[in-house]
Protein backbone atom coordinates (compact mmCIF):
# COMPACT_ATOMS: atom_id res chain seq x y z
CA UNK A 1 0.00 0.00 0.00
CA UNK A 2 2.61 2.18 0.71
CA UNK A 3 4.59 1.69 -2.67
CA UNK A 4 1.20 2.35 -4.13
CA UNK A 5 0.86 5.74 -2.72
CA UNK A 6 4.14 7.20 -3.10
CA UNK A 7 4.19 5.96 -6.55
CA UNK A 8 0.73 7.87 -7.21
CA UNK A 9 2.63 10.81 -5.12
CA UNK A 10 5.67 10.11 -8.07
CA UNK A 11 3.07 10.80 -10.86
CA UNK A 12 0.77 13.64 -9.28
CA UNK A 13 4.11 15.67 -8.51
CA UNK A 14 5.91 15.17 -12.10
CA UNK A 15 2.41 15.76 -13.91
CA UNK A 16 2.22 18.91 -11.07
CA UNK A 17 5.52 20.09 -12.41
CA UNK A 18 4.58 19.89 -15.87
CA UNK A 19 1.63 22.13 -15.92
CA UNK A 20 3.36 25.45 -14.89
CA UNK A 21 4.75 24.82 -18.26
CA UNK A 22 1.86 23.95 -20.27
CA UNK A 23 0.29 27.08 -18.48
CA UNK A 24 2.99 28.93 -19.89
CA UNK A 25 2.89 27.68 -23.48
CA UNK A 26 -1.05 28.65 -23.30
CA UNK A 27 -0.26 31.81 -21.56
CA UNK A 28 2.27 33.08 -24.39
CA UNK A 29 0.35 31.53 -27.57
CA UNK A 30 -2.61 33.44 -25.53
CA UNK A 31 -0.78 36.80 -25.46
CA UNK A 32 0.27 36.54 -29.53
CA UNK A 33 -3.40 35.81 -30.19
CA UNK A 34 -4.67 38.50 -28.14
CA UNK A 35 -1.85 41.50 -29.52
CA UNK A 36 -2.71 39.59 -33.37
CA UNK A 37 -6.27 40.51 -32.66
CA UNK A 38 -6.02 43.73 -31.70
CA UNK A 39 -3.44 44.75 -34.75
CA UNK A 40 -6.47 42.81 -36.77
CA UNK A 41 -9.22 45.05 -35.35
CA UNK A 42 -7.06 48.20 -36.24
CA UNK A 43 -6.76 47.19 -39.78
CA UNK A 44 -10.61 46.68 -40.03
CA UNK A 45 -10.88 50.20 -38.62
CA UNK A 46 -7.99 51.33 -41.21
CA UNK A 47 -9.18 49.65 -44.22
CA UNK A 48 -11.71 51.56 -45.14
CA UNK A 49 -10.33 55.13 -43.85
CA UNK A 50 -7.52 54.21 -46.14
CA UNK A 51 -9.09 53.55 -48.90
CA UNK A 52 -11.18 56.78 -48.98
CA UNK A 53 -7.81 58.77 -48.32
CA UNK A 54 -6.90 57.23 -51.23
CA UNK A 55 -9.99 57.84 -53.80
CA UNK A 56 -10.30 54.00 -53.93
CA UNK A 57 -13.81 54.48 -52.64
CA UNK A 58 -16.03 57.10 -52.59
CA UNK A 59 -15.46 59.32 -49.63
CA UNK A 60 -18.32 58.65 -46.91
CA UNK A 61 -18.05 61.07 -43.76
CA UNK A 62 -20.24 59.25 -41.23
CA UNK A 63 -18.60 55.98 -42.88
CA UNK A 64 -15.21 57.47 -41.97
CA UNK A 65 -16.29 58.77 -38.77
CA UNK A 66 -17.74 55.66 -37.38
CA UNK A 67 -14.17 54.19 -38.36
CA UNK A 68 -12.45 56.39 -36.66
CA UNK A 69 -14.35 56.32 -33.30
CA UNK A 70 -13.79 52.49 -33.72
CA UNK A 71 -10.05 52.71 -33.85
CA UNK A 72 -9.66 55.03 -31.45
CA UNK A 73 -11.73 52.97 -28.89
CA UNK A 74 -9.87 50.24 -30.00
CA UNK A 75 -5.84 51.72 -29.16
CA UNK A 76 -7.62 52.70 -25.96
CA UNK A 77 -6.77 48.10 -25.09
CA UNK A 78 -3.87 47.74 -23.57
CA UNK A 79 -2.18 46.08 -26.25
CA UNK A 80 1.74 45.44 -24.02
CA UNK A 81 -0.53 42.61 -22.32
CA UNK A 82 0.13 40.52 -25.42
CA UNK A 83 3.65 41.04 -25.32
CA UNK A 84 5.16 39.13 -22.20
CA UNK A 85 8.98 39.09 -21.99
CA UNK A 86 10.09 36.12 -24.50
CA UNK A 87 6.33 35.61 -26.22
CA UNK A 88 8.09 36.21 -29.43
CA UNK A 89 6.82 32.65 -31.05
CA UNK A 90 5.22 32.23 -34.07
CA UNK A 91 4.52 35.72 -35.13
CA UNK A 92 5.36 38.75 -36.91
CA UNK A 93 7.06 40.22 -33.33
CA UNK A 94 11.26 41.80 -33.71
CA UNK A 95 13.01 40.91 -30.45
CA UNK A 96 13.85 45.07 -30.81
CA UNK A 97 10.05 45.11 -28.68
CA UNK A 98 11.23 43.46 -26.05
CA UNK A 99 15.00 45.06 -26.11
CA UNK A 100 13.40 48.75 -26.69
CA UNK A 101 10.84 48.19 -24.76
CA UNK A 102 10.04 51.93 -23.50
CA UNK A 103 10.28 53.02 -27.36
CA UNK A 104 7.94 50.36 -28.53
CA UNK A 105 5.50 51.57 -25.66
CA UNK A 106 6.04 55.10 -26.37
CA UNK A 107 4.78 54.29 -29.68
CA UNK A 108 1.80 52.62 -29.42
CA UNK A 109 0.75 56.11 -27.14
CA UNK A 110 1.63 57.93 -29.91
CA UNK A 111 -0.66 55.63 -32.15
CA UNK A 112 -3.40 56.27 -29.80
CA UNK A 113 -3.16 59.79 -28.98
CA UNK A 114 -2.99 60.36 -33.62
CA UNK A 115 -6.19 58.15 -33.64
CA UNK A 116 -8.19 60.40 -30.57
CA UNK A 117 -6.81 63.26 -33.03
CA UNK A 118 -8.64 61.41 -35.73
CA UNK A 119 -11.40 60.83 -34.06
CA UNK A 120 -11.95 64.11 -33.26
CA UNK A 121 -11.26 65.83 -36.98
CA UNK A 122 -13.75 63.40 -38.36
CA UNK A 123 -16.70 64.34 -36.08
CA UNK A 124 -15.97 67.62 -37.62
CA UNK A 125 -16.87 65.81 -41.19
CA UNK A 126 -13.91 68.12 -42.79
CA UNK A 127 -12.97 66.13 -45.47
CA UNK A 128 -9.47 67.34 -46.36
CA UNK A 129 -8.76 67.65 -42.45
CA UNK A 130 -9.51 64.06 -42.15
CA UNK A 131 -7.53 62.67 -44.79
CA UNK A 132 -4.38 64.58 -43.43
CA UNK A 133 -4.82 63.28 -39.79
CA UNK A 134 -5.62 59.92 -41.24
CA UNK A 135 -2.36 60.22 -42.80
CA UNK A 136 -0.62 60.79 -39.62
CA UNK A 137 -2.50 58.03 -37.65
CA UNK A 138 -1.10 55.48 -40.68
CA UNK A 139 2.47 56.95 -40.77
CA UNK A 140 2.23 56.07 -36.79
CA UNK A 141 1.57 52.45 -37.74
CA UNK A 142 3.96 52.42 -40.50
CA UNK A 143 6.22 53.93 -38.73
CA UNK A 144 5.96 51.08 -35.48
CA UNK A 145 5.68 48.41 -37.99
CA UNK A 146 8.88 49.14 -39.97
CA UNK A 147 10.88 48.93 -36.30
CA UNK A 148 9.12 46.34 -34.62
CA UNK A 149 7.40 43.59 -37.09
CA UNK A 150 8.85 41.32 -39.34
CA UNK A 151 8.30 42.07 -42.77
CA UNK A 152 5.72 39.54 -44.67
Known sequence: MKKGLSQSLLVASLLGSSLP???????VQGAIDFRESVMTTFKWYMGPMGAMAKDKIPFDAAHFRSRAEGLANATRLDVSEGFPEGSIGESEARPEIWQEWDEFV???????????KLQQVAASGDETAMKAQ?????????DCHKKFRKKK
Request: hydrophobic letters at 40%.
Open 134 to 142: FAETGKQCG
Open 106 to 116: AAYEALRKEAE
Open 21 to 27: ASLAADS
